[in-house]
């Protein structure tokens, strides 16, 4: 069924619609629109039309989603899954503050959109009376266009017509539309809609849910099993040899470790090490606990060769011999780090440093028990 | 977009004697107070002279930048308020005033300006080619002369197109405005990084320059604001200057008031995630002893409250409204120079906390006098507005 939409008028040039604008609006029309092939400066100023109200609901939209990120962003910090990031605070808001301002303009300008879509074009109609009409295709080339409503309070045929022609219009049309295309109800919250949406949605998730799990056994996440790089003890195709792992460059030293150079020199050792600690309180007190834990239970707590060990094992001999008091540091040291005899190498347990300790710890124990006639004075 | 043809009937009208009523006191006031500041205690003085220093470039260079900006961009709907930012950059011309006792006083005020320090500090060391008292001097010479030539240069061309209406000009115009906007890059940056940065000089931010940039154009786009509306209330301007051009002004204003947020937030964000002692301690004197409250009132006073003024279409376009908002921009970028500058002056004297008092207010009342009173020099008995520009009519045509 065709119905009347509204009268149209076309003009020719941009000072003529300003001014039709105006008149229009000075004889009390409400329901009524300007079409132009471009946006005419003033326009609104002439149709004497009020300030848009699409800034609120953008301000309004844009501060909601924004809380309720700020909400979310909380929630996932510090409710669901708390765990220090940076060493950051559980709620670092500057970190925070990016997708505040994202989500804040993202939101308001996309949802700002949407309600014009639902609020004012009236979705999801996607018709309109002026579609497809003569009138419509002027507007949108070159002609500048009034169209009063039928709907009008003031609206009736005649005297609509005759007032556009006395303002100037060159050429006037009654627009109709069909009722059963053009609906100008609203339809968001229409039933067939609402389950046609519902409808698309389900469709939707199922078919990528059986395409990406059954058809094509796609895990969207495999949960970090799996990994683009080698792991220790792995198969490389990369390197010649297929191992992942790599042996250092020849001569290459570990951090914090010294290379023994004298491993199967003892005069060398003796020779040309010399010890770099200071026998000092510290130094004598770590000598003391290391020989205590690794020397003591061969050599004895005073290194008198009485050991704990009751001949089970050979026992270790004293360490106060004239062969060890003539020995200097360095040849002690080797025999520490080396072992002799059926004495172990303990360079794997003790560090270094707790080795020159040791030394001085036996150098102490010397002293103590073989003074001599000097020490004594 | 009117059927009518635009008539301009200008005639000269001298300036409101507010300008010098008011300025002329002012000036005296802050000169005699700069000056006993200084005899009572020449590093709090300084210091204040640093602040008002910077006010007053933000004030000049940037009306130098909005006349080279209309010009490089084309922008037509400024053109009749272009001669008031000309008058305006003469502001520029007091700088050498400020400066000079800041120039005196390095050893002060710049711990870079002590050659036992320097020698003794390897990143002073470092910087010294860039920080030391003779390149500095040699920077702001340079700075001053190159802005006074351009900003002479500009006022010639503008004031001889009144009587030749020459369309030539306005080209030769948009020529030299393509270099001077790469120069006032650097300038600005040097100002800002010498001035203001170089108070703390192990402490850098790449982001500094457009930082104090951004404050300096809302703040000059403010100053000609005020005294665009209160020359178009006392009739100097044409009538047909309304509401629209209003609103540009207010819509850049706007506009710089983010930008400064967005700048400032990048500078702070960056440190706070990268928590380097190297850059965070520039922060940590603003968050103790009182300045914690100011630095979260710098971000009300110089971004919610001036965007929530200016957010609205109607406030743009209101002149009351409109000149609220830029007495609020111009205060806050008081504050924020305030903010920058004064926690150094905690650290050197031994101070604990911000501090305001008697200097203070006399070196604000000291640039605000500079202000109208450079001003006042400028345009009196000048015409306000470009009459012969070829764009004025079209300028005055203008709709939002």
């Known amino acids: 069924m065709s119905k009347l939409y509204s009268i149209a008028a076309l003009f020719k040039t941009p000072d003529e619609i300003m001014s039709a604008a105006a008149k229009v609006a000075d004889a009390g029309y409400e329901k009524y629109d300007v079409n132009t092939p471009y946006p005419v400066h003033g326009l609104d100023g002439a149709m004497k039309l009020k300030s848009s109200k699409m800034g609120y609901y953008t301000i309004v939209i844009g501060l909601t989603c924004m809380s309720l990120m700020l909400y979310f962003m909380y929630w996932v910090y510090n409710v669901d899954y708390p765990q220090v990031i940076g060493g950051k605070p559980l709620f670092p808001l500057p970190a925070f503050v990016p997708i505040m301002f994202e989500i804040t303009v993202l939101t308001g300008a996309v949802l700002t959109v949407a309600v014009m879509l639902i609020f004012y074009f009236k979705f999801p109609n996607n018709a309109h009376p002026l579609h497809d009409s003569s009138y419509m295709k002027a507007v949108s080339s070159d002609k500048f266009g009034v169209n009063i409503e039928a709907v009008d309070s003031k609206f009736d045929l005649e005297g609509v017509k005759a007032f556009l022609s006395s303002i100037g219009a060159y050429q006037i049309d009654e627009i109709y539309f069909d009722e059963e295309e053009v609906n100008t109800k609203h339809k968001i919250l229409d039933s067939k809609f609402v389950i046609g949406m519902f409808l698309i949605a389900g469709f939707t998730s199922i078919s990528v849910y059986l395409h990406m799990n059954k058809a094509l056994y796609l895990p969207p996440f495999d949960w970090m099993l799996v990994q683009h790089k080698v792991t220790a003890q792995d198969h490389s195709d990369f390197f010649k040899n297929g191992i992942s792992s790599r042996e250092p460059v020849n001569g290459s030293v570990a951090r914090g470790f010294m290379p023994y150079l004298y491993s199967d020199d003892p005069d060398g050792a003796s020779e040309n090490l010399v010890n770099p600690y200071i026998a000092d309180e510290e130094n004598i007190a770590l000598g003391k606990r290391k020989y205590l834990t690794y020397c003591s239970p061969c050599h004895g707590d005073l290194a008198k060769g009485d050991s704990r060990l009751r001949g089970q094992f050979p026992n270790g001999p004293t360490l106060h011999s004239d062969k060890l008091l003539s020995w200097t540091d360095g040849r002690i040291y080797h025999v520490i780090t080396e072992g002799q005899n059926v004495m172990p190498g303990y360079k794997k347990t003790v560090t270094r440093k707790e080795r020159w300790a040791i030394v001085n710890y036996v150098r102490t124990l010397q002293r103590a028990l073989d003074a001599t006639e000097e020490d004594m004075q | ?400």
């Open chain 2, 1 to 400: 977009m009117s059927n009518h043809e635009i008539q301009i009937n200008y005639t000269k009208k001298d300036l409101p004697k507010g300008y010098l009523k008011f300025g002329l006191p002012l000036l005296v006031i802050g000169i005699i107070t700069a000056f006993f500041a200084y005899q009572l205690d020449p590093m709090r003085a300084s210091f204040n002279n640093i602040i008002s220093l910077l006010l007053i470039v933000s004030v000049g260079m940037g009306a130098i930048f909005l006349v080279a900006l209309e010009h490089i961009a084309g922008a037509v709907w400024s053109v009749p308020f272009r001669r008031i930012a000309e008058q305006q950059g003469f502001i520029f011309l007091a700088t050498p005033l400020l400066a000079l006792p800041i120039l005196f006083n390095m050893h002060e005020i710049f711990e870079w300006a002590h050659l036992d320090v320097v020698m003794n500090d390897p990143i002073l060391y470092q910087k010294s080619p860039y920080l030391n008292t003779e390149f500095f001097y040699a920077r702001s010479i340079g700075i001053f002369l190159i802005m006074t030539f351009f900003l002479f240069v500009y006022l010639r061309n503008s004031m001889s197109q009144d009587t030749t209406q020459s369309q030539k000009t306005t080209k030769i115009n948009a020529l030299i405005s393509a270099p001077f906007m790469a120069i006032f890059a650097i300038s600005i940056t040097m100002v800002a990084i010498d001035y203001a940065m170089s108070l703390e000089p192990h402490w850098f931010s790449t982001i500094f320059g457009v930082y104090y940039f951004s404050g300096t154009f809302a703040t000059a786009m403010a100053v000609l604001t005020l005294i665009t509306l209160n020359l178009k209330e006392n009739g100097n301007l044409l009538k047909e200057i309304n509401r629209n051009h209003y609103y540009s002004m207010g819509g850049l204003m706007f506009a710089f008031t983010a930008f400064w947020m967005y700048m400032a937030f990048s500078q702070y964000m960056l440190i706070w995630y990268a928590n380097i002692p190297e850059e965070t301690f520039w922060f940590l004197p603003r968050m103790k002893n009182g300045w914690e409250y100011l630095s979260i009132g710098l971000v009300f006073i110089k971004f919610i409250i001036p965007f929530g003024l200016l957010l609205n279409r109607n406030s743009k376009m209101d002149p009351s409204r409109l000149k609220l908002a830029s007495f609020w921009i111009i205060g806050a970028h008081i504050y924020d120079m305030y903010w920058l500058v004064m926690p150094t002056y905690n650290r050197m004297s031994g101070t604990e906390g911000p501090v305001f008092g008697w200097i203070e207010l006399g070196f604000i009342s000291l640039s605000v006098g500079i202000i109208l009173v450079f001003y006042y020099l400028a345009a009196n008995k000048k015409n306000h507005i470009p009459i012969g520009d070829p764009k004025l009519k079209r300028a005055l045509d203008f709709q939002i």
